[in-house]
């Protein structure tokens, strides 16, 4: 019979911060606080925010030049911010800077004309 | 409000499953919902790695060109990963890509603890080329 356990928060005992949860394979553990994304995010027009977690506000900088704010922050500049584009067909999106607190998304056509793109986000990384 | 202190979380009737109550009304898996591993590298200047979860290694094998390599193998090489890099300046800025091979590339090598990738510029012939940062995430199951 599967046991089921209710709880509202989980903590280490030994570090607050960290908690190893057995792989799938069996072999192996992996950290829960480090294998859980932080952020992330839908934006219908990079602008706005269709859906998120732990995103607090979204600016828009100019076309195609978009930053998410976070409402939790990160504990470095250094997260792994990886994004994808839904409509962007003759355009690609890259990196426009990261921060502990917020990071910025930009989005051009091939020649380099910005451009306005539907994006999701995602956020791996340690929080603060 | 409850607070479970615990170090260590493992399945009871299968030690590698455990479920977890979604937002709405269905369950989730705690295991395969875990990003397995993420990297973010300077690319460019002197390449290193910034920041990283379950990374045992970052080669930079040549322009545009990284292959990072897993502490704790996946089960197999069929993980998705999800990958971003910033533009470089210069005579053909911006319009960076991330692919793992094409026809101006190297080598694929996708294992269950190794990926290549390249970074290319579509402005210039689909050159490889140096980033500033690049980004990496690896969703899938552990060995």
Redesign the interface.
Same mark, same amino acid.
């Given at each position: 019979?599967? +046991?089921q $356990?209710?709880? &509202?928060? $989980? *903590? =280490?005992?030994?570090?607050a911060g +960290? !908690? &190893?949860? *057995?792989?799938? =394979? &069996? +072999?192996?553990? *992996? /950290?829960?606080q480090? #294998?859980? $994304?932080k952020a992330w995010g839908l934006s219908n027009d990079g602008a706005n925010t269709a859906d998120s977690f732990n995103i607090g506000s979204a600016t828009d900088n100019g076309t195609g030049n978009y930053t998410k704010t976070f409402t939790n922050n990160m504990a470095?500049?250094?997260? /792994? !911010?990886?994004?994808?584009s839904a409509e962007n067909q003759y #355009?690609?999106?890259? /990196? #426009?800077g990261?921060l502990a607190t917020n990071f910025t !998304?930009?989005c051009?056509t !091939? /020649? =380099?004309g910005a451009l306005d793109s539907v994006i999701a986000y995602?956020v791996? #990384?340690?929080l603060a | 409000m409850s607070t479970l202190n615990v170090d260590a979380l493992v399945g009871n009737t299968s030690a590698n499953a455990i479920t977890v109550r979604g937002e709405g009304s269905a369950t989730t898996s705690l295991q395969q919902g875990l990003a397995k591993s993420w990297v973010c590298l300077k690319g460019s200047d002197t390449f290193a790695v910034r920041d990283s979860f379950n990374t045992a290694s970052a080669t930079d094998n040549g322009v545009g060109d990284y292959t990072t390599t897993r502490s704790n193998a996946l089960a197999n090489g069929d993980y998705a990963t999800a990958g971003i890099c910033s533009a470089t300046g210069g005579g053909n800025p911006h319009y960076n890509f991330i692919v793992e091979n094409s026809e101006n590339s190297g080598t694929k090598i996708r294992t269950t603890t190794a990926l290549r990738t390249y970074i290319l510029n579509a402005r210039d012939s689909e050159s490889t080329n140096d980033a500033p940062d690049y980004s990496m995430t690896f969703m899938g199951d552990l060995a």
């Open positions: 019979m599967a +046991s $356990l209710k709880v &509202n928060t $989980l *903590t =280490g005992v030994t570090t +960290s !908690i &190893n949860v *057995t792989g799938e =394979g &069996n +072999s192996t553990t *992996t /950290s829960l480090q #294998g859980l $994304l470095t500049t250094d997260s /792994s !911010i990886t994004a994808t #355009g690609t999106m890259f /990196s #426009g990261r !998304i930009k051009e !091939i /020649s =380099g995602k791996a #990384g340690d | -």
